[in-house]
């Protein structure tokens, strides 16, 4: 199975900061890789595929990059509804595995 | 507008089985890749099945040989059968679909409480 690495799990940011998030695949997976948000008590909600595709209806402070097994998801200038948790997932072979989530909080 | 709206979980017994339900508006399932995914109480997303739109399923290991994942193209559902089910199996469920095997869309989930 490919592990999904997240980091940092959480960290603490303020209205207009650049927040960056990093997701490591145990193995590689070409550019298969998608990123969810998700809100307390709210199903997740689909921001990125192929690494760095912008799902239609996303803000483009949203952007991601990588391939092989390294990504990044970046956040330009983090607004207040931006606050949540946000999950990797690779979709290069089965099982589908996610990353065990980056929390961003309020500073 | 896509809509997924999943029903069918609630409590029981371990040992029993449940059957969960995800109808599906504006997109036909038979054309679509369906999935679900769960989310015990406080932790992250963990896959569980995925049914492609030529038929052929896949399965996490936590639940290979006691859930089946099927659909009916007349009534544009998906369905979750889960036997056997375990303390373990406690979660939201929820249905989601997208082109490829990433999770486009997502219905609201239902909780599935495994307890004696």
């Known amino acids: 199975d490919i592990q999904m690495t997240q980091s940092p799990s959480s960290l603490s940011a303020s209205v207009g900061d650049r927040v960056t998030i990093t997701c490591r695949a145990s193995?590689?997976?070409?550019?298969?890789l998608a990123w969810y948000q998700q809100k307390p008590e709210k199903a997740p909600k689909s921001l990125i595929y192929?690494?760095?595709s912008l799902q239609s209806g996303v803000p483009s402070r949203f952007s991601g990059s990588g391939s092989g097994t390294d990504f990044t998801l970046t956040i330009s200038s983090l607004q207040p509804e931006d606050f949540a948790t946000y999950y990797c997932?690779?979709?290069?072979?089965?099982?589908?595995?996610f990353g065990g989530g980056t929390k961003v909080e309020i500073k | 507008e896509v809509q997924l709206v999943e029903t069918g979980g609630g409590l029981i017994q371990p040992g029993g089985s449940l059957r969960l339900s995800c109808a599906a508006s504006?997109?036909?399932?038979?054309?679509?890749?369906m999935s679900w995914v769960r989310q015990a109480p406080g932790k992250g997303l963990e896959w569980v099945s995925l049914?492609?739109?030529?038929?052929?399923?896949y399965y996490a290991d936590s639940v290979k040989g006691r859930f089946t994942i099927s659909r009916d193209n007349s009534k544009n559902t998906l369905y979750l059968q889960m036997n056997s089910l375990r303390a373990e199996d406690t979660a939201v469920y929820y249905c989601?679909?997208?082109?490829?095997?990433?999770?486009?869309?997502w219905g609201q989930g239902t909780l599935v409480t495994v307890s004696s």
């Open positions: 193995q590689g997976i070409s550019s298969w």
């Open positions: 192929a690494a760095s």
């Open positions: 989601a679909s997208g082109g490829g095997e990433y999770f486009q869309h």
């Open positions: 997932q690779q979709y290069n072979s089965f099982p589908l595995t």
């Open positions: 504006g997109f036909p399932v038979s054309s679509n890749h």
């Open positions: 049914i492609y739109s030529g038929g052929g399923t």
